[in-house]
């Protein structure tokens, strides 16, 4: 969810110019390690995700919205979330989907600990390590974190997961 449906990254960029008084361009972050995106302060905005709001009013990813109403009209789509690590992720995640993406019902979420648990035939994450145990098809949404990795099949957005997967 986060950093594919949600913009985590635009969220963290967003509270880091509001607390620091320091605009980070996104771009900046590519290639980066975590502890290396923001120029001081990197244990503080680590932080932030265990402030109450933060899941409940990401951004949405453009395009996200359209085309997940279709793919759910083709597919058995399920949004799968490793939530569990953060307090107020899960209460705060669920009123997100449903607010943003009321076409999904609440049996279609599934809050985890490990994505290992999920088996189908397609995933499409931010993160390689949980694509990396999936049985489907792998499909990496591009994020800051993860333009190192190539050995897996790339989005860049909404529009090429439409391309992808409803052409």
């Known amino acids: 969810m986060d950093d594919v449906l949600a913009d985590a990254t635009g969220q963290l960029i967003n509270l880091y110019e509001k607390e620091f008084g320091v605009r980070v361009a996104r771009e ?23 402030r109450k709001g933060f899941f409940r009013s990401m951004p949405v990813n ?10 759910n ?3 058995e789509v399920f949004i799968v979330s490793s939530a569990m690590e953060f307090p107020n992720s899960l ?5 997100w989907l449903n607010e943003h993406f009321p076409f999904l019902h609440w049996k279609q979420f ?7 648990i999920v088996h189908g035939d ?4 931010d993160l390689p390590h949980n694509l ?3 049985n489907g098809e792998k499909i990496l949404f ?3 974190h993860n333009m190192q990795y190539n050995h897996l099949t790339r989005v860049n957005g909404w529009l090429e997961v439409e391309q992808l997967l409803l052409k």
């Open 142 to 144: 591009t994020a800051p």
């Open 132 to 134: 990396d145990t999936f």
């Open 110 to 116: 599934v809050f985890c600990g490990k994505k290992s």
């Open 122 to 125: 397609y995933m499409i994450d």
């Open 73 to 75: 009209e083709k597919y």
């Open 91 to 95: 209460i705060e995640k669920l009123e």
């Open 28 to 50: 900046s972050m590519n290639h980066r390690e975590d502890r290396e995106k923001f120029p001081a302060h990197n244990e503080a905005v680590f932080q932030f995700v265990f």
């Open 62 to 71: 453009e395009h996200s919205q359209q085309v997940m109403k279709k793919l």
